[in-house]
């Protein structure tokens, strides 16, 4: 099947689309331009040094994944930004349940997962200007299986491939993720991020589990996950009360 990304069938009334063959990291690319005023989706057939979080690299097949950026203005205060992350996992997990992959869920902050397989990730990237803020909303998802990935980077990945038969179109793929992400950046930026907390909530992963989180000056917190802080902070029930994790990644996670 001819599956070469075309702007043409991604089709986003309103959205600058571009397509390349090859770049180091959408993401880069389009905090590199000096003036995005409407929105702009750029998507890549290979990303050669993509990023994820704190730095870690984001693996990128030629023409078997999906890889873009999406870059938004908004106007909502810089200090409620680091939502954006969770608002993109709402609208990518739901696009993406609306395929048929019934269990893709969300591992906070940034990852969406199948069970205990990370299936994609989302980094947000963010730049001020004047009265409002450029964000850029990248989104990387597995497609189709590499053995050689798991055991390169020594834990399972879920591939779409795994649960979709037929497999769409990665045009078809980016044109709904893209459109419910436009949707979603609209009711945050109207409205701030409780207007989607609760959704995030119902695709979390780890509702009421025990986690292990490894907080960005390195110490760990272990409690039992118990919902958002207003904000998108990671709220755990610790032995120590209730405590809100707004920086971390979660390194372990099993049923209470």
Do not use: Y
Not at 194 to 199: K, Q
Request: proline share 3%.
């Amino acid at each position: 099947m001819d599956d070469r990304l075309d702007p043409a069938a991604i089709d986003l009334p309103g959205v600058d689309l571009r397509v390349v063959l090859q770049c180091a990291s959408t993401n880069s690319a389009l905090l590199e331009e000096r003036c995005i005023d409407s929105p702009v989706l750029l998507a890549t057939e290979e990303q050669t040094a993509g990023r994820g979080r704190r730095g870690r690299r984001w693996h990128s097949a030629a023409g078997r994944d999906i890889t873009f950026s999406l870059a938004r203005r908004i106007a909502r205060p810089p200090r409620e930004l680091a939502a954006l992350s969770l608002v993109a996992g709402v609208a990518a997990a739901q696009a993406l349940r609306a395929f048929g992959v019934s269990c893709a869920a969300l591992k906070w902050p940034n990852d969406l997962v199948v069970g205990d397989a990370k299936l994609g990730g989302i980094l947000v990237e963010t730049r001020s200007h004047s009265r409002t803020s450029l964000a850029v909303i990248g989104i990387g998802i597995n497609c189709r299986r590499e053995g050689a990935l798991e055991r390169r980077l020594r834990r399972r990945i879920a591939f779409l491939e795994d649960f979709l038969s037929p497999l769409p179109s990665r045009n078809r793929v980016i044109r709904q993720i893209a459109l419910a992400l436009m949707e979603k950046l609209a009711a945050f930026d109207a409205r701030g991020f409780g207007a989607l907390r609760a959704e995030w909530l119902a695709l979390h992963a780890h509702t009421g589990h025990k986690l292990r989180v490894r907080l960005a000056d390195g110490r760990t917190m272990t409690g039992i996950a118990a919902g958002l802080a207003e904000d998108g902070g990671l709220r755990l029930s610790t032995r120590g009360g209730e405590k809100a994790v707004r920086s971390g990644q979660v390194i372990s996670a099993r049923a209470a």
